[in-house]
């Protein structure tokens, strides 16, 4: 892929900005390890050798009768290697993540009764129901920040696409789609996440659908602002004459030269996805229980203001997020910035 000498330039003037640039490979980095959740926090055995046979027990569900039980059976891998039938054979051996406490495992043998404070055990303690607050939060950073790219990707594309149509067609449909945009605009949106919660129930594909009805209009003010400035520059007033198509002009030459607010816009998108479902999940509104996530190890804070823990973690993780992505979309929009090229003499 080859990019323009000003693209160049300004992927440049990106790096050229530290703060930014450190921030982006953070997040990138902290994103790519919480992709392999299942490799570093786990209750099951990355790797097992029972009688001479190797089980990979993260990848494939094994029954009982595997390992000498009824078929029926659902294996605890951590009584199982301490059990006789295990230890009996000294060439067993079982090699479990550095964390070996699953997002949903209750631990036993805590010091104290849950939330139980941290402990070289458990490096950030734990919640109320006994599951380490560590696990949870790198399970929790993953899907919320899944969530937020999804719910970023969906909500761009439409906003590009319906702008783009208001910006180039204008007239009827531009003032037809406002009107519409307007009446979105108004309905509360907690409002109507209760209301589906409670009817259809909670769940990842009711967020995203309510998400990405209500997040594309900001984008679409944007696009539609740029094309109906770019619209009438002499390059497309020349695509036109030529015969060139309306969708061709769209999107092959319009677009491209309009795609500044979005790349700008899209740091901050993320942000609101991030805190917006953390707020819904300390509200309770949000994820279903028992998935981890941020907001509801902060609710489970505000219920146990003693166990400092379970507030001060989670919402420090949480700030770190949001502010290495704040720093990230000040260095882009930095680097857009036509000042930054150009001036007047």
Do not use: C
């Not at 950030?124 to 937020?148: C, N, Q, V």
Request: aromatic letters at 18%; glycine letters at 6%.
């Amino acid at each position: 892929m080859k990019f323009s000498p000003l693209t160049l330039r300004r992927i440049e003037k990106f790096k050229s900005q530290k703060r930014a640039y450190y921030s982006l490979i953070l997040i990138l980095g902290l994103y790519f390890f919480s992709l392999f959740a299942d490799f570093i926090a786990n209750d099951k055995p990355v790797i097992l050798k029972y009688n001479g046979k190797l089980y990979f027990p993260i990848f494939t569900f094994y029954s009982g009768d595997h390992f000498g039980y009824s078929a029926t059976d659902i294996i605890d891998y951590k009584k199982f290697v301490k059990s006789e039938k295990f230890l009996e054979n000294k060439k067993n051996f079982a090699i479990f993540p550095p964390i070996p406490y699953s997002p949903y495992e209750s631990i036993e043998n805590l010091p104290s009764n849950p939330p139980s404070p941290p402990t070289f055990r458990n490096l950030l303690g734990t919640d109320d129901r006994g599951r380490d607050i560590l696990t949870r939060i790198i399970y929790g950073f993953r899907i919320s920040f899944s969530f937020a790219l999804l719910i970023t990707f969906v909500s761009i594309s439409v906003g590009v696409f319906i702008g783009a149509l208001q910006g180039y067609i204008g007239k009827w449909f531009d003032l037809t789609f406002q009107r519409i945009i307007e009446i979105i605009s108004a309905l509360p949106f907690l409002y109507i996440v209760i209301i589906l919660g409670s009817s259809i129930g909670n769940s990842i594909f009711m967020l995203i659908i309510v998400f990405s009805f209500f997040d594309w209009i900001g984008i679409s003010y944007y696009i539609r602002a740029e094309f109906y400035k770019i619209k009438e520059m002499p390059f497309v007033e020349s695509a036109r004459a030529i015969g060139v198509s309306d969708f061709k002009i769209m999107f092959n030459h319009i677009l491209p030269n309009a795609l500044t607010p979005v790349i700008t816009f899209l740091p901050f998108d993320l942000i609101g996805a991030i805190f917006s479902l953390s707020a819904l999940d300390f509200l309770g509104f949000g994820l279903p229980a028992p998935t981890p996530s941020i907001g509801e190890l902060l609710r489970q804070g505000m219920a146990n203001l003693s166990s400092y823990w379970l507030s001060i973690f989670p919402a420090l993780f949480l700030f770190l997020i949001l502010l290495l992505i704040a720093f990230v979309g000040e260095g882009i929009r930095e680097a857009f910035n036509p000042r930054s090229f150009y001036k007047i003499e």
